[in-house]
């Protein structure tokens, strides 16, 4: 993969395995053969993340992600900021970069350069106003930050005025980053640790 921490993107939508996305697609009215059609195993390592092992798949099968290569998802691990652009550019389907990246840590030779030109350029990202930081780990509160203005770019959801006092821990979230938690929250995207955290 790329020098993200081995994240191997891909390079268009769907095109990451054939055997998945047409396995998925074929004869699905077709009953008899859906039935007797034996179960694709797509990650050999989600014993223990049965609660997300669907989620997975489906993102697998539409071209969102792809793993860390020979069959390995590697579900416990963390990801970079650059590897969720990655994510939020295939998700979202954001078209091509009009301008590049201000960043002093992001040259054009870098392999997730084309997805942070295009995040970048809708608007999505914004770094520190200097730097991007594309190796170091993304948090919760960016996510939620990130998803937030991608679905009101798209205009999947409009302005949202949530309830605080949803967490335990809601001082503890950066201001810039409080109103996009709730949000998420309220979505249902987002729903803690089940400790009130």
Same mark, same amino acid.
């Given at each position: 993969?790329?020098?993200?921490? *081995?994240?191997? +993107?891909?390079?268009?939508? *769907?095109?990451?395995?054939? @055997?998945? /996305?047409? $396995?998925?697609?074929?004869?699905?009215?077709? +009953?008899?053969?859906?039935?007797? !059609?034996?179960?694709?195993?797509?990650? &050999?390592?989600?014993?223990? =993340?049965?609660?997300?092992? @669907?989620?997975?798949?489906?993102?697998?099968? &539409? *071209?969102?992600?792809?793993?860390?290569?020979?069959?390995?998802?590697? +579900?416990?691990?963390? $990801?970079?900021?650059?590897?969720?652009?990655?994510?939020?550019?295939?998700?979202?389907? %954001?078209?091509?970069?009009?301008?590049?990246?201000?960043?002093?840590? %992001?040259?054009?030779? !870098?392999?997730? =350069? &084309?997805?942070?030109?295009?995040?970048?350029?809708?608007?999505?990202?914004?770094?520190?106003?200097?730097?991007?930081?594309?190796?170091?780990?993304?948090?919760?509160? @960016?996510?939620?930050?990130?998803?937030?203005? /991608?679905?009101?770019?798209?205009?999947? $959801?409009?302005?949202?005025?949530?309830?605080?006092?949803?967490? @335990?821990?809601? &001082?503890? $979230?950066?201001? =810039?980053?409080?109103?996009?938690?709730?949000?998420?929250?309220?979505?249902? %995207?987002?729903?803690?640790? *089940?400790?009130?955290?």
């Amino acid at each position: 993969g790329g020098g993200g921490g *081995g994240y191997v +993107p891909n390079s268009s939508k *769907g095109q990451d395995a054939d @055997d998945g /996305a047409s $396995i998925a697609n074929q004869s699905a009215s077709d +009953p008899e053969i859906k039935e007797n !059609r034996p179960q694709e195993v797509i990650f &050999s390592d989600l014993a223990g =993340y049965e609660w997300a092992k @669907d989620s997975i798949e489906k993102l697998y099968k &539409s *071209g969102i992600i792809s793993g860390r290569g020979e069959g390995k998802f590697a +579900p416990a691990d963390t $990801i970079t900021r650059e590897e969720f652009t990655v994510i939020l550019v295939n998700a979202f389907d %954001v078209g091509e970069g009009t301008s590049a990246p201000r960043f002093g840590d %992001v040259s054009s030779s !870098r392999w997730s =350069y &084309s997805y942070i030109s295009r995040a970048f350029s809708e608007g999505l990202i914004s770094g520190d106003g200097k730097n991007f930081m594309p190796e170091d780990k993304i948090t919760r509160q @960016d996510i939620s930050a990130i998803l937030v203005r /991608a679905l009101m770019k798209k205009g999947v $959801i409009a302005d949202i005025k949530p309830a605080g006092g949803i967490f @335990d821990d809601e &001082s503890d $979230i950066s201001p =810039y980053a409080l109103e996009s938690v709730q949000i998420m929250t309220e979505l249902g %995207v987002v729903s803690g640790d *089940g400790t009130g955290k």
